[in-house]
């Protein structure tokens, strides 16, 4: 028994060792990474994680139909917001003096309140997350960025849409 366990470790029909010959997988360096990278570098501004939600990654074009809210629309959510968290407050308070003590009714929970956002969706707080809020410095100086590098964007997608045959003639 042990001598036949001793002959299936060294026979390679047997499926024990995996890898007989010890086959290395080495990878090679793409050489049209070196190309690519001009261009990362420079657009390394715009893709800085505060724009991450305003700009496509794959692309650097801006985001379609982004739907967020600015510092005045956020700061009229945020006052909806905060009243029904204080709400929420005092009834967890109360709920919790009610299973303490057993006096009295058990509280009713806050209602949950609607409210429009600019983009037509009705959203309800506390049901839903809230929506984005980006601020409005943040969308002021990605535009500027934006503009400065609009043509290195046009350029990469450009190329990056080039069949292998048209990159290499092309370097």
Not at 42 to 53: D, G, N, V
Not at 97 to 114: A, C, D, H, W
Not at 137 to 145: A, C, N, S
Request: glycine fraction near 2%.
């Amino acid at each position: 028994m042990v001598i036949k366990d001793i002959d299936d470790c060294f026979n390679p029909a047997s499926g024990i060792i995996e890898n007989v010959e010890d086959k290395k997988l080495t990878l090679l360096d793409d050489p049209i990474d070196k190309y690519f990278d001009f261009y990362e570098n420079k657009l390394a501004e715009i893709r800085k994680p505060i724009y991450s939600q305003l700009i496509d990654l794959t692309t650097f074009k801006p985001k379609e139909n982004l739907n967020y809210l600015n510092d005045a629309e956020y700061a009229a959510f945020k006052i909806e917001r905060d009243k029904y968290d204080i709400l929420w407050k005092k009834y967890r308070d109360s709920q919790e003096l009610y299973e303490n003590t057993g006096r009295g009714s058990s509280p009713n929970p806050p209602i949950k309140p609607t409210i429009t956002l600019p983009w037509g969706k009705v959203h309800t707080i506390a049901k839903e997350i809230d929506p984005m809020h980006i601020k409005d410095e943040v969308v002021v100086k990605f535009l500027e960025e934006y503009a400065k590098v609009r043509p290195i964007i046009d350029e990469y997608n450009r190329i990056k849409n080039m069949s292998y045959k048209e990159l290499k003639r092309s370097m």
